[in-house]
């Protein structure tokens, strides 16, 4: 595709980024750094045409940078103490396996480790401060064991279900996670093309690297979408997104009440903490504070302000699409909610990239169930509430966990960019794949034929609230967040 050569000097002060970074591009093809963390109207839309300039001509362009976002060298020669306690040296030689190797949603994110580009790894795997609540997802799933029943003719098994009336094979949706071009040049769009393949759900991000229409375009006919939405500032524009979401189909809207503000997540930071322009900031030469990353200069436009008093509106805007809450964290609000005439909730933590210590979604699941009951919810007679819990989620079996505590389904994030990142469209459909042959075995050996019978006595929760054991996925994927001065690769 043709580069083309764009006049933003009176946009310096303006850029959420700092004027340094595009200085530092200045004369420059700057095209990988800016893909992944602009939409791609962002010029189109902003831009006025005279400062368009035309097209790149071709061998003036000077070298490459040296500083590039990718890939990561394959030879990382750090040796790294891990969470699990265990000295563990990266190989000298990574060789890549190929995707008949790939077993299990682990092997992607072990691959995606020492495969994406640091910028990339770092950006998707932190977590917000000490990253517990990170970690705490995940080995929540650990503490509920299955109580299987036998002998109960599991010839055949039917793990398909609905969410909102739309059919989905499995229990589970691609949630929404920003800036995919960090981790495949094709972006977010592989997710859609596998999604397509697996009649599954995607869940479109606000801050995705291609476009709305991108996503909705690289759709099969009838292929559902819902859209994760961060509410701006300027309503306007958010009812601008609403209208054309529902306008090109889309089917819910989940609105993201979990980030008034971004959290903290030092690995993302301290990459971001390189190079010129930080070093510029650090001089006090540039008034952002660019180390704390694209995603907090991109995230400006989210309005801390929203309230409960705002969803009428946003309920109205939305014409009919559903309207769910993303990143509620307790039962009032999950009744709140109900009450605010919300058609569900996802309980979640943004996947502890947020408030570290706010609790495992899944271990919210009874609580909240409950205190919707009382309230008189999600019964035969209430208006249809769904809950949805999303986090640290790798397995079917953790799927099926949340479903037999209440959950309608279950959102994946990380392990879909994992695959996408490593192995394109084929390693996300691979993914599914994986979790569907999960699900088909699982199925047969806790004795439900179809997704009705997974219900609450199939599941032992008696330790839910108790300690933390030590985690295999930790053990062999988790980065430990280094000390200044310490480069992880
Ligand atoms: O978790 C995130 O990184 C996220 O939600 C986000 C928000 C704004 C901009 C980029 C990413």
């Known amino acids: ?5 764009y006049d933003v000097t009176d946009f310096l002060d303006e850029h959420p980024g700092g004027a340094d970074i595009i200085l530092k591009y200045a004369g420059k093809d700057a095209t990988e750094e800016y893909e992944p963390i602009h939409p791609p109207d962002a010029i189109k839309d902003n831009l006025d045409p005279s400062k368009h300039l035309g097209p790149v001509i071709p061998g003036t362009l000077p070298k490459p940078q040296t500083i590039s976002p990718s890939p990561a060298p394959a030879a990382v020669q750090v040796p790294q103490k891990r969470a699990g306690g265990t000295n563990d040296t990266l190989p000298e030689e990574y060789v890549k396996p190929s995707l008949e190797e790939i077993l299990s949603l682990h092997d992607f994110e072990a691959v995606a480790r020492r495969t994406m580009s640091r910028r990339g790894w770092n950006y998707y795997s932190s977590g917000a401060d000490d990253e517990i609540t990170m970690r705490e997802n995940h080995n929540a799933f650990h503490r509920v064991w299955f109580r299987p029943r036998v002998l109960r003719d599991v010839s055949k098994v039917d793990y398909s279900t609905s969410i909102f009336g739309f059919k989905t094979s499995m229990p589970i949706y691609i949630t929404a996670t920003a800036l995919g071009k960090l981790g495949h040049p094709e972006g977010e769009v592989c997710l859609t093309k596998a999604a397509a393949e697996h009649d599954v759900i995607q869940m479109i991000p606000t801050l995705a690297s291609c476009s709305f229409d991108e996503m909705v375009d690289a759709a099969k006919p009838g292929q559902v979408q819902f859209l994760q939405l961060y509410v701006n500032a300027d309503r306007t524009r958010t009812k601008k997104i609403i209208s054309h979401a529902a306008e090109r189909g889309v089917k819910a809207l989940f609105i993201t009440v979990d980030a008034p503000q971004l959290g903290r997540r030092e690995k993302d930071m301290r990459t971001k903490f390189e190079g010129t322009a930080s070093a510029q900031q650090a001089a006090g030469k540039d008034n952002f504070r660019r180390d704390q990353g694209a995603a907090r200069a991109i ?28 990143g509620v964290q307790c039962w009032e609000d999950a009744v709140l909610a109900a009450q605010h005439g919300m058609d569900g909730i996802v309980l979640s933590n943004h ?10 979604p899944l271990a919210l699941l009874p609580s909240v169930t409950s205190a919707l009951r009382q309230n008189g919810y999600l019964s035969p007679h209430s208006p249809p509430f769904e809950i949805f819990v999303d986090g640290g989620v790798r397995r079917a079996t953790d799927v099926l966990k949340a479903i037999a505590l209440g959950a309608t389904a279950v959102g994946i994030g990380r392990p879909m960019i994992y695959a996408m990142s490593t192995y394109g469209t084929e390693g996300v459909s691979k993914a599914l794949q994986i979790l569907k042959d999960e699900f088909d075995m699982n199925m047969r050996l806790i004795g439900a034929r179809t997704i009705e019978e997974v219900v609450p006595s199939m599941v032992e929760t008696g330790a839910l609230f ?20 310490v480069k992880a690769r």
């Open 466 to 485: 108790q300690g933390i054991g030590s985690d295999t996925m930790y053990d062999a994927n988790y980065e430990k967040i280094l000390p200044v001065g």
């Open 1 to 5: 595709m043709a580069r083309h050569v």
């Open 299 to 326: 995230s400006s436009f989210i309005d801390p302000s929203l309230s409960w008093k705002d969803l009428k509106e946003l309920k109205e805007a939305a014409k009919g699409m559903k309207v769910v809450l993303k």
């Open 351 to 360: 996947g502890g990239r947020q408030l570290d210590f706010s609790p495992s």
